[in-house]
């Protein structure tokens, strides 16, 4: 990813492509005023942006980001939930999902390997039926409605595996962002990685 944002040499200040500073606690972009032409000015990417979001700037995003997909998902499904997970957590975004199988256990799982924190909302009253590497287990009792209470609790949400109809609907009925990752891409980058391709075919007991 190539570099769009910028870092002054202290990491307290973020600015954009245009010069503008993003205020971490209003979560706005403002004009920079007038900076030292001393200060070196570090650039980064969007990830890295996010990550000193979350890690550095004293203002992290405490909303958690969404993440849904089928139960009965393929290989390349699996390993891009993985994948996202991981980046997630590396991030220091939580992560909030159903909380089953397929996708969801595959995210979560990611977000584990990495040290993050993931919720899920599960349909059921009993929390045990949560997957193994959910970090906070909530039973609902309320059935597949909590799927809306996942859209409205996320900043925003990424679909793995979901229908653009179905997407869009998510788009609409919430109002936040919905992503829908390029599995032909992500799948494939991620299945390029022999520890993905095993953890993924593992879930759908192929091994």
Same mark, same amino acid.
Do not use: Y
């Given at each position: 990813?190539?570099?769009?944002?910028?870092?002054? #040499?202290?990491?307290?200040?973020?600015?954009?492509?245009?010069?503008?500073?993003?205020?971490?606690?209003?979560?706005?972009?403002?004009?920079? %005023?007038?900076?030292?032409? &001393?200060? $070196?000015?570090?650039?980064?990417?969007?990830? $890295?942006?996010?990550?000193?979001?979350? /890690?550095?700037?004293?203002?992290?995003?405490?909303?958690?980001? %969404?993440?849904?997909?089928? /139960?009965?998902?393929?290989? !390349?499904?699996?390993?891009? !939930?993985?994948?996202?997970?991981?980046?997630?957590?590396?991030?220091?975004?939580?992560?909030? *999902? #159903?909380?089953?199988?397929?996708?969801?256990?595959?995210? *979560?799982?990611?977000?584990?390997?990495?040290?993050?924190?993931?919720?899920? =909302?599960?349909?059921?009253?009993?929390?045990?039926? $949560?997957?193994?590497?959910?970090?906070?287990?909530?039973?609902?009792?309320?059935?597949?409605?909590? &799927?809306?209470?996942?859209?409205?609790?996320?900043? *925003?949400?990424? !679909?793995?595996?979901?229908?653009?109809?179905?997407?869009?609907?998510?788009?609409?009925? &919430?109002? =936040?962002?919905?992503?829908?990752?390029?599995?032909? *891409?992500?799948?494939? /980058? !991620?299945?390029? &990685?022999?520890?993905?391709?095993?953890?993924?075919?593992?879930?759908?007991?192929?091994?």
């Amino acid at each position: 990813m190539s570099g769009t944002f910028r870092l002054n #040499g202290a990491r307290d200040t973020l600015l954009d492509s245009t010069g503008r500073r993003f205020d971490p606690a209003t979560r706005r972009w403002e004009s920079a %005023g007038t900076m030292s032409r &001393n200060d $070196a000015l570090e650039e980064v990417d969007a990830i $890295a942006a996010v990550t000193w979001l979350q /890690r550095e700037s004293g203002h992290p995003l405490r909303v958690p980001i %969404g993440v849904i997909g089928p /139960r009965q998902a393929t290989d !390349a499904q699996l390993a891009a !939930a993985l994948a996202v997970g991981e980046l997630l957590g590396d991030c220091r975004l939580t992560v909030i *999902c #159903g909380g089953r199988q397929g996708v969801m256990q595959a995210v *979560c799982e990611g977000v584990a390997r990495v040290g993050g924190w993931s919720i899920g =909302l599960l349909p059921e009253t009993n929390p045990a039926a $949560a997957n193994p590497f959910v970090s906070v287990a909530i039973a609902t009792g309320i059935g597949e409605a909590r &799927n809306a209470l996942i859209a409205r609790a996320s900043f *925003c949400l990424i !679909a793995i595996g979901v229908s653009r109809l179905r997407s869009a609907a998510l788009r609409r009925w &919430n109002e =936040l962002p919905v992503e829908r990752p390029k599995q032909h *891409c992500a799948g494939k /980058r !991620a299945c390029q &990685n022999p520890k993905l391709v095993r953890s993924a075919r593992k879930q759908r007991g192929q091994e």
